[in-house]
């Protein structure tokens, strides 16, 4: 086999990498131990959509030796209270977000932490607000979430990848670059792959009776190529999303529809908490940013350093 190999993670299990070369050759790596050790503080230095290098081993496999420089990158805080970060992956065109409004029902907090970090690192993103079926017996909570996101300037997509709606739309979404999909346990996310095409072997669950909260169905992450164009990757479900390396004082920059009326502002260093004159509050009051949408700003503010699930 060829000694020095580059090529893209496409798994990630923690111990393992799968590399698909440039030649479409995938092979298995793991991680030279100094890797380890340049001062990233993350729980995995290498992640799905990295581009490394790969130096073969005696035994047979591959080790990555360098990672190459990435474009972006989608980060949150490993756990509660933790210093350390979590790269869900990296070099991605675009995010789709996966939330549903029951069984389970999404908090508004965590879409707007996600929503914040990638603003943060300039990766669009679009809102899947799926199980539309379910939610259609409650219009007025459809009305109510896509008037507070759609109104901060995101695209919403109606989906029910079980029924079939909205599935050729996403398709289309994702058919060129790499797409990352992300959400909670049990919104849907394997059963979208599956839908978007049927040769994957992405797993799916049920929701938990006990408290109406998801399984986990896919272990590690990993990225598909789909056979209508363009790759995805399906991480893990995730509960929390702690932010990392966000500065207070630049917080309301990565809020789209703050930042259209910032401008209007009677200080320019405006917190758009407390001030006279703040168009940012102006608006609150008007309705015209959503106040759940504001709440999270304020709690995210509040808490300094520390993480709430």
């Not at 675009?94 to 990766?123: G, H, N, S």
């Not at 008037?147 to 996403?170: H, N």
Request: aromatic share 8%; glycine share 8%; hydrophobic share 35%.
């Amino acid at each position: 086999m060829d000694n020095r190999l580059t090529g893209t993670v496409i798994r990630a299990t923690g111990s393992w990498y799968e590399v698909l070369t440039s030649d479409g050759e995938v092979v298995r790596c793991r991680i030279r131990g100094r890797l380890r050790l340049k001062g990233i503080r993350s729980t995995n230095p290498v992640v799905v959509g990295d581009r490394v290098q790969c130096e073969a081993q005696e035994e047979g496999d591959y080790a990555i030796s360098a990672i190459e420089p990435r474009r972006n990158y989608v980060i949150r805080r490993a756990s509660n209270l933790s210093k350390e970060s979590h790269i869900i992956a990296a070099n991605i065109d675009r995010a789709l977000l996966v939330t549903t409004l029951f069984q389970p029902e999404t908090a508004r907090e965590f879409i707007d932490r996600f929503l914040i970090t990638c603003e943060a690192y300039k990766i669009p993103v679009v809102i899947a607000l799926a199980k539309i079926d379910l939610a259609c017996a409650v219009p007025e909570a459809v009305a109510d979430f896509k008037a507070c996101y759609e109104g901060a300037g995101y695209r919403v997509v109606e989906l029910s990848a079980t029924q079939g709606e909205g599935v050729e739309l996403v398709r289309e979404l994702v058919r060129e670059g790499t797409t990352l999909l992300s959400g909670n346990s049990g919104v849907g996310k394997s059963t979208l792959i599956r839908a978007l095409d049927p040769s994957i072997d992405a797993r799916t669950g049920e929701i938990s009776e006990s408290h109406h909260k998801g399984k986990h169905t896919t272990t590690f992450s990993t990225m598909y190529r789909l056979n209508s164009g363009g790759s995805i990757i399906d991480t893990p479900g995730i509960k929390g999303f702690g932010l990392i390396d966000i500065d207070g004082a630049e917080l309301w920059h990565y809020f789209p529809e703050m930042i259209s009326r910032a401008g209007d502002c009677r200080f320019y260093n405006c917190t758009h908490t407390h001030e006279p004159g703040c168009a940012v509050e102006e608006a609150v009051r008007a309705g015209a940013i959503a106040w759940s949408r504001y709440e999270s700003y304020l709690k995210i503010l509040d808490e300094d350093d520390k993480y709430r699930k």
